[in-house]
C-alpha cells in the first residue's frame, strides 16, 4: 500500500465528519436541515473521496476519473465555503446580515470556481533571462514541474505539454521537468508519455516523491519509452552545460549525499532537484543554477499567501544570490487532487541563459 494510499484512508473519515459540520452551518443559515441527511451525505462526499482510489491503482477509466476531479472541485470549494461561513457568523455576532447578502457571499464560491478550474487548465509561457559568466551562446531552457499526471490530469496534460513544446521547439535547446511527473492517483502505463516521442529537442526528468507513489519503475519506463532522458543521480553534458539531477522521494528530510564527481569544471553546473531547500549549500558546492518546483506557489488563495510566508523560503520565481548563482522554483503544471488555481499560473518558463 503506497503512501498516497495510507494518507487518503486516514483522512477520509475525518474529512466526512468536517463536511458534516461545514454542511450544517451552511444550511442553518437558512433554516436547517436534519441531522441524519447530513450524515447520508457527508459519507456519499467521503465516498467519493475515497473510492476512485481503488479503481485508479489498476485500471484507470472515465467513471473513476470524473469521480476524482468532482471530489478536487468540492474540496476547493469546501474550503472557499468554510472561510464564507467563519466571516459571516463572526461579522453577524455584531451586526445583522441581510439575507440576500449572504446569499450573494455563498454564491462567490462557483463563480470563482469557474475562474480557478479555467486557471488551472489554461498553460501560459513566461521567459526570465539569467546571465551566466563565460557561456558559448544563448541557450534556452524550458523549466517545468509537478505535472501531476494521475486522475484528476490525465491524458489530456501530457497531450497539452508536447503540444506546447513543439511549439517552442525551434526557439529553444531543450526541456527539464524538476519531478512529479504523475501525482500517484493512478496507475502509469508504458504508453502514458508517447506524445513526447515527436518532441524534437531533448527532456530532462528527475522523479519528485509523488513519482515514488504510483512505483518509480513503472514511471521511469513510461518516460523511457517516451525517450525522455531521466537523471536520478546522474549527470549529463549539453554544450556547455553539465545537467545534474538529484532524486527526492518522500522520506528524504535532510540534504542528500552529492557525488561531487557529477559536478564538472568548465561548464555551467545546473542542478535539477525537486524541491527548493538547501540553495546555499548546493551553491557552495559548484552548482551554478538549481531547478525546482514542488511548492505550486500555494496554487490558490489564500494558501499563497500561506506559502509565501510560512512554508517555503523560496516559494515561486526566480532567486539569484551574491555570488551570480540562481534558483528557479516555478509553480508547476499541474495540480495535486485539486484541479483548481487562483494568483498563481499552470506554466512553462523559459530560462534564457545569456
Known sequence: MSYRTRRVIFITPF????????????????????????????????????????????????FGRFLSNLDG???????????????????GIFVQIPFALICALLAVVPVLGAYNYYKAHNLVVHEKTLKIDNISREIKIIHLSDVHFGSSRHKAIISQIANKFKELEKDCDLAIISGDLVDGSCVVEEDDFMEFKDVNMPIIFTPGNHDYYPGIDSVVEACRKAGIIVLDNKSLEFECLNICGISYSVGDRQMPEVDQSIIKEGFINILNYHVPYYWEEFSNLGFDIQLSGHTHGGQFYPAVQFADLLMYKYNRGLFKNKDGKYLHVTTGVGSTDIPMRWGTDSELVILKLT
Open 15 to 62: 474529512y466526512a465528519l468536517f463536511q458534516f459540520f461545514l454542511l450544517k452551518y451552511i444550511f442553518l443559515l437558512f433554516g436547517g436541515v436534519e441531522d441524519i441527511h447530513l450524515i447520508r451525505i457527508a459519507i456519499i462526499i467521503g465516498f467519493i473521496h475515497l473510492v476512485p482510489m481503488f479503481f485508479e491503482a489498476h485500471k484507470s477509466t472515465v
Open 73 to 91: 472541485i468540492w474540496m476547493w470549494a469546501s474550503v472557499m465555503f468554510l472561510i464564507d461561513i467563519v466571516a459571516i457568523y463572526i461579522v
